[in-house]
Structures are given as structure tokens and as C-alpha cells.
């Protein structure tokens, strides 16, 4: 039988839509937090000769007003296209020169980009990381319950800090099968050795990995580590039957081991965070101001305009090019510090309650509630509030805080936002009885009470999301 094969020819159009390097920088300068966005000044000083910092002489009264003519310019001006051959660069300089810091500028073209927010990353615990690889474990549900609250109770080194014991019963199955799940499931995942009792055992859990057919460091790590800190390779050579070079090379093998499983998720620096933004109450009106604290006002050195007005051909070309880099990057800054005012003001008019009373009051809020208020896109919004922090009377919280799932009422009542209710059950938490510890099903009731209606293992999804272990974890004796 012939097979008959045939090519066809034809063509066809597709639409894609590319972000040139220039819509790139402005993304980024979107997403930079206010240290991250001064060294990307810093760097493009150094790289760029037309941009210049401006001294910060002004009065801020000055610059207020300079401000607001700015504003009233841009609305009645028609927007410049960067990189036209008939640009009045001369113009732009010394537009540049008397240009106020807090200028909202024009628009910079990322308002209405695709969404990015699949190249974002986030720090990531040591917890998430290991029940990310659990969820991918094929075992009986029974196991994966007991692997989940193995993984819940693990410290910063990635150590078993409560008694099988006490977690077995608190799970209802049989603590043979709770150490198996612990043994065979939770200390084979990413790093190894995590779920282990003490140091001794999360070593001989990596050594069994990694050596598996040599019972030798079982045993020296079980019965002679002591000998072993102190290099008395002779009694642990008489005591294995080996040579003494033999002692010292499983030493170095050892010594290659990790202590400490859950290091690469817990550096043990302590993390100081550095607001974007201010939220405070003066005279009964809520204020919001941006912390510009080490930002360069930039601005474009006025020898530029000789330059281009006397400069040989290949000489005014170079200079065009870098006028065009820093008038986008000025209007970029510009615009990312008009973008960030907007996007708090209008957090503070949805969440006004959380401003006046707390985080009980927080109210259901999405990203689609905020980028609407102002007229931007969605993902703008995202990129914003990732990574920026706001000072409020109520502490430093990150932007994407103020955003919460709604939790439906079965009464029909207003949904409440999900960060409102851990925080009223990490307030009773907090408050209750170390002897006798409210179970979940006490929280769910008082939540009921105050006019929360939520559900018994919701209480306990929070309650986890929270750190707290259950009531019977918790419980203290003396």
C-alpha cells in the first residue's frame, strides 16, 4: 500500500504582543521597593553621562505648587511619543532642570502590559517547601494527614519538636504508623533528614541515603560520635575492625553531612523592613506619604544643550540616545511614585475600618476592587503592592495585606474578610487558659457569638496558617 504525502503552502497572521527593553525597565521600576529602586539609580548614574542628581534645595511648599502646575500641564498637553526625530531635546532639558521631585510625570506606557506576575518569586519556608513535595508523594490519605502534621511540627532545623505519642492520639492512629509515615515518607523528602528527633538520627537518615549498602556510619554515628568530635579514630578502628585511615575517611565523609537540614530556609539574619509609604492621622484626616528617603532627584546636566546645538553628527546621535534613556527613566520614576500614591489611597478608602480599628476590621478585598477605582489594570496593581510595605498606627504591613479573600455568611450576612478572622482567633488563642486551651470547635462557637459564622475545620486550616498546634498540643500541665 503507497502512502501519499502532500506539502501545502500558505500563510496566515498572528498577533503577539512583545515588550521592548524600555517597557521592561518600566516594569521593574514598578515592582522595586524604595532600596531596590535606589540602587537601580545608582547604577544608571554610573552608566549614563546626561543624568545628573538634582540638590534637594527646594522648599517642600514650593515643590507642592510646582507640582500641581505640573499636573494641570500634563492634562492639557498632548502626550510626546519617546524617540521621535523632532523632539525638542534642548526643551527637555531644561524642562528637566526646573522639574519638581514629586512630578507625577507622563505616562510611561506599562499601565495596561500583560500580567507577570508567573516571574515573581517569594521566600519560601521550610514548610511550604516540603508539603509542595508531599502533595506529588503517591500514599494511603490516612498517611498524607499524618506527613502534613509531621511537616507542621517541624522547627527551623527541620527537627521533630512535639512527641509522636501525644501527635498520634491527637490524630487518631496508632503511633507505629505516625513514626512510619515520619521515617518513610516526611525524612526521604527535600532536604533529607528532615523529621528526624535529634541530630544523631537526621545524620544517620542522610548517611543511609547516601551510603546505603554501609552499615559502618550507622554505627559510628549511633555509639561514637563522641570519640569521633575528639579524632579517636584508634577506639573506633579497634571497635569496627578497621584501620585507622579507614576511620578517618568515613570521618570526612561525615563531615560532609548537613546538621542542619533546614538551614537553606532559616539564615537566622534578622530582617529589617523599611517602609514605602506612611499612613498617619493629622487632625482627623488620614495622610499618605511616600518615604523618598535616598532617592536621587535626577535630573539632566544643562553642558548637554551646547553639546547638541555644536556637537559633530556621531557626537549628537550618542547624546540623543541617552537623553531618550533618561527622559524615560525620569518619567518612569515619576510615574511608579504617581501609580503607588493612587493605589494606597484607594486601599485606604476601601479599608478605612482596619485604619480606625484594626486588623478585625479588615474588609474582603480584591485586586480587581482597587485597579477599577483608579483605572489601571489589574496586574498593575499586583505588581505595586508586591514587596512594598506601608507604616499604619496599627503596624508595618506588606501591601498585598491589605487584599483578603471573602469568607461567605451562612446567615446571609456581609462577608468577612479571611485576615480579620485569624486574627480575632489568634486574639482568642492568645487570651485562653494554657491549662485548658480552646479546641476548635470553642473557636468556631465564640466566632459565633461575636456574629462570625465559620466552620469547624476552617478554624483549624487558620488555626495551622497561623503556627498554633491544637488544643491538646498546647495544653500545659504545670
Known amino acids: 500500500m503507497a502512502m501519499e ?104 506606557g506599562f499601565d495596561e502590559l500583560p500580567p507577570i506576575e508567573a516571574n515573581l518569586t517569594y521566600e519560601r519556608s521550610l514548610t511550604d517547601h516540603l508539603l509542595d513535595q508531599l502533595a506529588t508523594v503517591r500514599c494511603a490519605e490516612d498517611e498524607r494527614v499524618a506527613a502534613e502534621a509531621l511537616i507542621r511540627n517541624l522547627n527551623t532545623k527541620g527537627f521533630l519538636d512535639v512527641d509522636i505519642q501525644v501527635l498520634a492520639e491527637d490524630l487518631g492512629q496508632p503511633p507505629e504508623d505516625v513514626d512510619f509515615v515520619r521515617i518513610d515518607i516526611v525524612a526521604g523528602l527535600d532536604p533529607i533528614g528532615c523529621g528526624a528527633r535529634d541530630l544523631v538520627e537526621s545524620l544517620v537518615i542522610q548517611a543511609r541515603q547516601a ?79 511616600l518615604n523618598e528617603e535616598g532617592i536621587p532627584d535626577l535630573k539632566v546636566g544643562r553642558q548637554y544643550e551646547s553639546l547638541l546645538r555644536k556637537g559633530k553628527p556621531e557626537e549628537k546621535k550618542y547624546i540623543k540616545e541617552r537623553l531618550e534613556s533618561a527622559r524615560f527613566l525620569i518619567q518612569s520614576i515619576d510615574k511608579r511614585r504617581s501609580t503607588i500614591r493612587r493605589v494606597m489611597e484607594s486601599i485606604l478608602k476601601f479599608q478605612r475600618d482596619f485604619f480606625e480599628g484594626g486588623v478585625q476590621h479588615l474588609r474582603p478585598l480584591i485586586l480587581e476592587d482597587v485597579a477599577g477605582d483608579i483605572g489601571v489594570h489589574m496586574s498593575t496593581v499586583s505588581r505595586v503592592t508586591s514587596n512594598k510595605y506601608a507604616h499604619t498606627p496599627h503596624g508595618i504591613f506588606e501591601l498585598k495585606f491589605f487584599f483578603s479573600t471573602a469568607v461567605k455568611q451562612a446567615d446571609g450576612g456581609a462577608d468577612v474578610a479571611a485576615a480579620s478572622i485569624k486574627a480575632k482567633i489568634k486574639q482568642l488563642i492568645d487570651a485562653e487558659d494554657r491549662a485548658k486551651p480552646l479546641s476548635d470547635s470553642a473557636i468556631e462557637k465564640k466566632l459565633k457569638a461575636e456574629g462570625v459564622q465559620v466552620a469547624r475545620r476552617t478554624v483549624a486550616k487558620y488555626r495551622e496558617q497561623l503556627g498554633y498546634l491544637s488544643s491538646k498540643l498546647r495544653k500545659q500541665r504545670f
Do not use: C
Open 211 to 289: 551510603y546505603p549498602e554501609d552499615p559502618n556510619f550507622q554505627t559510628i554515628l549511633q555509639h561514637h560520635l563522641q570519640d569521633l568530635a575528639h579524632s579517636r579514630y584508634g577506639a573506633i578502628a579497634r571497635a569496627l575492625d578497621l584501620h585507622e585511615e579507614d576511620v578517618l575517611a568515613y570521618h570526612e565523609d561525615i563531615k560532609r553531612l548537613e546538621p542542619n537540614p533546614g538551614r537553606a530556609f532559616s539564615t537566622g539574619d534578622d530582617r529589617y523592613i523599611t517602609p514605602d509609604v506612611y499612613v498617619f492621622r493629622v487632625s482627623g484626616e488620614w495622610m499618605i506619604q
Open 5 to 108: 504525502f502532500r506539502l501545502n503552502q500558505g500563510l496566515s497572521q498572528t498577533l503577539s504582543q512583545k515588550m521592548t527593553p524600555r517597557m521592561q525597565q518600566a516594569i521593574k521600576l514598578l515592582q522595586y521597593n524604595r532600596i531596590e529602586l535606589t540602587s537601580h539609580i545608582e547604577q544608571e548614574l554610573l552608566e549614563n553621562p546626561t543624568l545628573e542628581v538634582n540638590p534637594s534645595d527646594d522648599p517642600m511648599s514650593e515643590r507642592e505648587q510646582r507640582l500641581e502646575d505640573q499636573r494641570r500641564k500634563e492634562a492639557s498637553e498632548t502626550k510626546e511619543t519617546p524617540g521621535e526625530t523632532d523632539f525638542d531635546w534642548e526643551g527637555f532639558i531644561r524642562e528637566m532642570n526646573d522639574r519638581p521631585r514629586t512630578s507625577s510625570g507622563g505616562s510611561s
